[in-house]
């Protein structure tokens, strides 16, 4: 069965330095996404992503981030210059369709000392 | 702006018990989507259900079933029989139906920690 793929698993990264999450999603689909889960709180929507632009962001996803799919078939998140609040869960979804469910990746965990 | 409340943080049963799961939305669609996703203790996200708002038939899949009342905005979950592999938090999420102006941008609740003991 397709599935959404994501690396790393875990990242570790000192403040102020940049990181790029990958995705890979699954591959007829079009629509994608990234979510973010602070460690014991609710999903939150960060960004989505249809014909090669954003389509919609959250207040969280500032100029620090940006998302890039670059080859048809990579789905990236960058975070220019983490800070120690950015350490989260990092979800990466996929969808064929804006009617149908998403599917996630099993997730990044960032963290940031 | 919508809204998914799971007013449940915790929930703790004993292996075999029914357990039902809340979840009270707001929206100010007309047409909308409803879903439910498992986080076991691994973290990844399982879908479990997605229900039209156009649909309000509940809907049964082995021992999981929902219960979706458009009149109190509610699409609650209902575990029969529960086991220990059910252990795991559930989120309840909504999305727009809207097409060209919306992309499918899903809202979680708080989520709901269920604990099943043998």
């Known amino acids: 069965e397709p599935e959404v793929t994501q690396t790393p698993s875990h990242q570790v990264t000192q403040m102020g330095q940049e990181v790029i999450l990958r995705c890979v999603p699954i591959?007829?689909?079009?629509?994608f996404y990234w979510y973010r889960q602070i460690l014991g709180q609710k999903v939150e929507f960060l960004v989505s992503f249809y014909n090669n632009e954003i389509s919609e962001k959250s207040e969280i996803f500032d100029d620090q981030f940006s998302v890039e799919r670059p080859d048809g078939s990579n789905f990236t998140l960058k975070i220019r210059s983490t800070k120690l609040e950015d350490s989260a869960m990092y979800f990466c979804?996929?969808?064929?369709?804006?009617?149908?469910?998403?599917?996630f990746g099993p997730g990044t965990r960032l963290t940031v000392t | 702006a919508q809204k998914v409340t799971q007013a449940q943080t915790e929930i703790s049963v004993v292996e075999k018990e029914d357990v039902t799961l809340d979840c009270v939305y707001e929206?100010?669609?007309?047409?909308?989507?409803l879903f439910w996703y498992k986080q076991p203790p691994s973290g990844e996200l399982v879908f479990l259900i997605r229900r039209n708002s156009f649909d309000e038939q509940n809907e049964i899949s082995g021992r999981y079933s929902w219960n979706f009342q458009k009149s109190t905005s509610s699409f609650n979950f209902t575990i029969t029989a529960s086991q220990v592999v059910d252990s795991a938090v559930y989120f309840c999420a909504l999305s727009r139906n809207a097409g060209g102006t919306s992309y499918g941008k899903l809202t979680f609740g708080q989520g709901t920690i269920l604990t099943v003991h043998p």
């Open positions: 929206t100010r669609d007309t047409t909308y989507y």
């Open positions: 979804a996929s969808m064929w369709d804006w009617s149908y469910e998403q599917y």
């Open positions: 591959s007829n689909h079009l629509y």
